[in-house]
């Protein structure tokens, strides 16, 4: 496992952008799949988006494909999600998680072992 730690929330408008980052405490992300998730309020935690630390490759949801950014900075230790366009419906608790990259699902969330404490993000209308 790995501790994570996010950061980057706020509240903001519709149309809006924001960045997330997650960094991990005490080592690099070589080699895990990073993911983020979002919990709304009543609602399930559900899949974001991810990306594999080795390789680049990203992953969205469709309900946010087009609009975030998912990347890396192997330099800085850190993975961003760039979330512009932003709804109402983006509002929620977004949650880093981290997976070792050999893994062959990316968006269950019982697949990842360490998760951070979460940011929240706030979208008015």
């Known amino acids: 496992q790995v501790r994570l730690v996010e950061s980057g929330g706020g509240l903001v408008q519709a149309g809006d952008s924001l960045r997330l980052s997650c960094a991990p405490s005490g080592r690099t992300f070589s080699g895990y799949r990073m993911g983020w998730f979002r919990q709304a309020p009543g609602k399930e935690r559900e899949f974001v988006a991810a990306i594999t630390w080795r390789s680049g490759s990203p992953y969205y949801s469709d309900s946010v494909k087009g609009r975030f950014t998912i990347s890396r900075d192997i330099a800085k230790n850190t993975v961003y999600l760039q979330m512009d366009s932003l709804k109402p419906e983006d509002t929620a608790i977004y949650y880093c998680?981290?997976?070792?990259?050999?893994?062959?699902?990316?968006?269950?969330?019982?697949?990842?072992?360490?998760w951070g404490p979460g940011t929240q993000v706030t979208v008015s209308s």
């Open positions: 998680a981290a997976q070792p990259d050999f893994s062959l699902t990316y968006s269950y969330t019982n697949k990842y072992n360490s």
